[in-house]
């Protein structure tokens, strides 16, 4: 009796608490939940190790890739000075830069496109075979006249007594670079006939550069200019390179006894292996053994020495330099030392050496002295004589 008793009790108590089970779906949902809750823990226990190898394997791979980027860099780094010591012409070309054109686009037969209505453009020959692209403008107050006028009419106006700038470019672009249109309607605006063009290899003059072709076509504009104007005032401003192209044209014409009225130096520097060496491309390889017998012999191979330093001690003519202090590209002390070497030159002796120097709160840096409003008074002052124009 007592195990039928026992049966039935266990019976009924299981039979109770399925009822309890099926009449309480909350009890039933608890129940479930708990059973779900083991499984998700344990496949949230196993895959917490799959995502840190995850992370760790994403980190190696970053690492690799940035170590093997560095190498690359590095790899360049080294290279660059034997690839140029190995094809010194390369450094040729990053010293003239005549393949960079800017602005691009523009068409250099017409200078009125650059704002320049009272300007025209021409071909010379300085050597056969080479043709160089140049622009006449005349002074302002010949504006009007000049519309639609050619060749013969601008030749003519060389008979006028306003002064002529024969204006010498710096490296890169063309003869209608921006800053130095600007200049040219500046100089322009004072009474001055500009005459400026582009060397053999710029923009669209033939030939290829090289210091000695530069020189060649500086001193064939020079005569051709004097030629038409002959004991009128004709003065020669460079700039940046150009200045190195002025001072080896002031020297062969002092050297021959007929030297220029004066010469102005925008941005000058010493000599080019100085100037190499202190441009801010030069930066990162400046403190590197042997970078004089990498890059600054590469250059004398070339046979490209520009030497204002030692143009200075062979000149007899007035010399005005004028440089900013926050130029970045010639530094403000390379000028300052061309002017300390000029002014202590026995051949300059009795010649005004002028230096004019424009502070860093101006923001000139090495394309914009045009700008300054007090230019004007310095090349009045400079010449010794008033504005040209009325």
């Known amino acids: 009796m007592r195990k039928r008793n026992n049966s039935l009790n266990t019976d009924h108590d299981s039979s109770v608490t399925n009822t309890l089970l099926d009449s309480?779906?909350?009890?039933?949902?608890?129940?479930?939940?708990?059973?779900?809750?083991?499984?998700?823990?344990?496949?949230?226990?196993?895959?917490?190790?799959?995502?840190?190898?995850?992370?760790?394997?994403?980190?190696?791979?970053?690492?690799?890739?940035?170590?093997?980027?560095?190498?690359?860099?590095?790899?360049?780094?080294?290279?660059?000075?034997f690839i140029i010591k190995l094809c010194p012409s390369i450094q040729a070309k990053l010293v003239f830069l005549n393949f960079v054109r800017m602005p691009y686009f523009i068409d250099l037969k017409r200078p009125q496109d650059q704002?320049?209505?009272?300007?025209?453009?021409?071909?010379?020959?300085?050597?056969?075979?080479?043709?160089?692209?140049?622009w006449h403008t005349v002074p302002a107050q010949l504006w009007k006249e000049a519309q639609g006028k050619g060749r013969d009419w601008y030749d003519s106006t060389f008979q006028s007594n306003n002064p002529v700038m024969l204006y010498l470019h710096g490296n890169a672009g063309t003869r209608g670079g921006d800053h130095r249109v600007q200049l040219y309607k500046v100089l322009s605006s004072l009474g001055y006939h500009v005459v400026t063009f582009d060397y053999r290899g710029w923009g669209d003059s033939e030939g290829s550069p090289s210091e000695r072709g530069m020189t060649l076509d500086a001193l064939f504009l020079y005569q051709w200019v004097k030629q038409k104007i002959g004991k009128k005032p004709l003065y020669i401003w460079g700039h940046s390179l150009g200045t190195g192209v002025a001072t080896n044209l002031v020297r062969h014409l002092c050297d021959r006894g007929t030297p220029p009225d004066a010469l102005i130096l925008e941005s000058p520097f010493t000599n080019i292996r100085e100037e190499a060496k202190s441009h801010p491309f030069s930066m990162v390889y400046r403190y590197l053994p042997g970078f004089d017998w990498f890059f600054l012999d590469a250059i004398t191979a070339n046979d490209i020495w520009f030497a204002s330093d030692e143009n200075v001690n062979h000149m007899s003519c007035p010399v005005l330099i004028l440089h900013a202090e926050d130029d970045t590209v010639v530094p403000f002390h390379l000028g300052k030392k061309l002017y300390n070497i000029a002014a202590q030159s026995k051949s300059l002796r009795g010649h005004k050496v002028q230096f004019i120097s424009f502070?860093?709160?101006?923001?000139?840096?090495?394309?914009?002295?045009y700008r300054s409003p007090e230019l004007p008074h310095i090349l009045s002052d400079f010449l010794g004589t008033a504005h040209p124009h009325a």
């Open 359 to 369: 502070p860093v709160s101006l923001g000139y840096r090495h394309k914009f002295i």
């Open 24 to 81: 309480s779906p909350n009890l039933k949902y608890c129940h479930k939940k708990q059973e779900g809750s083991e499984d998700l823990g344990g496949q949230f226990g196993s895959a917490g190790p799959d995502k840190k190898m995850g992370r760790a394997f994403r980190r190696r791979g970053l690492m690799w890739r940035l170590r093997r980027m560095f190498l690359w860099v590095l790899g360049i780094y080294i290279a660059i000075p």
């Open 115 to 134: 704002g320049l209505n009272h300007t025209h453009n021409f071909y010379l020959q300085p050597e056969e075979g080479i043709n160089i692209g140049v």
